[in-house]
Nanobody, 112 residues
Framework: EVQLQASGGGLVEPGGSLRLSCAAS????????MSWFRQALGKGPEWVSS????????IYAESVKGRFTISRDNAKRTVTLQMNSLKPEDTAVYYC?????WGQGTQVTVSS
């Protein structure tokens, strides 16, 4: 059974940082690209970032480029999203994603 458990969300002031983590199980994690999506209240899902199976530089939505950094640890089966310079418009539930599977999301709220 595929399981994707995201954690690390919370309430942060504008300009602050959060580090999200996703623990994956139930599939050959090291063989696949992993992604983060987010969904703000009342809106559809928005792709945020992806990283290839070997790691390295990720790819990013224009809205987060230069502020967010994706990384992965294949030995620990985790994918991480470091979010800096957060803005109120980054407020959303963040989900780890793999080939049609959505994990349990984690709420990120950016507000003063």
């Amino acid at each position: 059974e595929v399981q994707l458990q995201a954690s690390g969300g919370g309430l942060v002031e504008p300009g602050g940082s959060l580090r999200l983590s996703c623990a994956a199980s139930g599939f050959a994690f090291a063989d696949y690209t992993m992604s983060w999506f987010r969904q703000a209240l009342g809106k559809g899902p928005e792709w945020v970032s992806s990283i290839g199976k070997g790691g390295g530089a990720g790819i990013y939505a224009e809205s987060v480029k230069g502020r967010f950094t994706i990384s992965r640890d294949n030995a620990k089966r985790t994918v991480t999203l470091q979010m800096n310079s957060l803005k109120p418009e980054d407020t959303a539930v963040y989900y780890c994603y793999y080939r049609g599977y959505w994990g349990q999301g984690t709420q990120v709220t950016v507000s003063s």
